[in-house]
């Protein structure tokens, strides 16, 4: 399952990249993209724990980019 994410706050290019780095080392997911330009997110993940893995999602991105919110 591939979902699309609105980003609020998200400061700078190479915190985008460190926090697409950081989704895909979550088990179960299979891809992942942060645009800066854009302000948006995708996450390609297991569609049975989706919840689950985007409640992991937040969590890494919080240390990357604690300003950042993801719209769910």
Known sequence: M??????????????????????????????????????????VADEANFDKIMKEVVKVCKKVEPDCRILL
């Open 2 to 43: 591939k979902k699309r994410f609105d980003l609020e706050d998200l400061d700078c290019a190479v915190c985008a990249q460190k926090m697409e780095d950081a989704i895909k080392k979550i088990d179960g997911v299979e891809d992942a993209g942060v645009n800066f330009l854009t302000q948006k997110m995708f996450v």
